[in-house]
């Protein structure tokens, strides 16, 4: 059974920077997809940034692309999401994901496992 769990988030001023990690465990790190995902509160969870199982392409939403860089770590058995120029509209819970099936897939329902989520705050 797949188990991630997320840190690194916390409350940051406009403009900063955060780096999250999400650790995997319980199975071979290199054969999932692995991506971030976030949910700010009274909205619907949305894709963020995935990678693929070798980290050599990653994909971003549009919201995104240009100030975060999704990356993994395979002797860390690590996922990360560093994220520069941070903005108040990305508060939210961010999640880790993993998906033994799909690539690049921005859509909830194609991902099998989910961490518990780390909670980023931006302040104005």
């Known amino acids: 059974q797949v188990h991630l769990v997320e840190s690194g988030g916390e409350l940051v001023q406009d403009g900063g920077s955060l780096r999250l990690s999400c650790v995997f465990s319980g199975a071979e790190f290199s054969t999932y997809t692995l991506a971030w995902f976030r949910q700010a509160p009274d909205k619907e969870r949305e894709f963020v940034a995935s990678t693929t199982r070798r980290g050599d392409k990653s994909w971003y939403s549009d919201s995104v692309k240009g100030r975060f860089t999704c990356s993994r770590d395979s002797a860390k058995n690590t996922l990360y999401l560093q994220m520069n120029n941070l903005k108040p509209e990305d508060t939210a819970v961010y999640y880790c994901?993993?998906?033994?099936?799909?690539?690049?897939?921005?859509?909830?329902?194609?991902?099998?496992?989910w961490g518990q989520g780390t909670q980023v705050t931006v302040s104005s």
């Open positions: 994901t993993a998906s033994m099936w799909t690539m690049g897939s921005a859509t909830v329902g194609n991902y099998e496992f």
